[in-house]
Nanobody, 128 residues
Framework: QVQLAESGGGLVQPGGSLRLTCSVS????????MAWFRQAPGKELEFVASISRIGGVLFYRDSVKGRFTISRDNANSMVSLQMNGLKPEDTAVYSC?????????????????????WGRGTQVTVSS
């Protein structure tokens, strides 16, 4: 059974940083891409960042480029999202996700329905 567990969320002031971590079990992580999505209250789920199987291909949503960095540690079955320069509009529940097949197109990496396995999410609140 595939299980994902996020950690690292919390309350931070604007301009602050947080590091989210996703621990994955039940599969060989090096065989799959990984992604982070987020959902703010009353808003749709949106793509944040993704990383290919061995980390060579990265995609970010435009609003987080230059501030967020996704990375992975396949040996320890973990994926991280370093978030710097946080803004109030980054407030959301952040969830990690794993696809069940290899992804090739950028559009696939960015599409939530390509990811059947999800964690429960961790709350990130950016407020003064």
């Amino acid at each position: 059974q595939v299980q994902l567990a996020e950690s690292g969320g919390g309350l931070v002031q604007p301009g602050g940083s947080l590091r989210l971590t996703c621990s994955v079990s039940g599969l060989t992580l090096s065989n799959y891409a990984m992604a982070w999505f987020r959902q703010a209250p009353g808003k749709e789920l949106e793509f944040v960042a993704s990383i290919s199987r061995i980390g060579g291909v990265l995609f970010y949503r435009d609003s987080v480029k230059g501030r967020f960095t996704i990375s992975r540690d396949n040996a320890n079955s973990m994926v991280s999202l370093q978030m710097n320069g946080l803004k109030p509009e980054d407030t959301a529940v952040y969830s990690c996700a794993v696809p069940n097949q290899e992804l090739f197109r950028e559009s696939s990496y960015r599409t939530a329905r390509r990811y059947p396995h999800w964690g429960r999410g961790t709350q990130v609140t950016v407020s003064s």
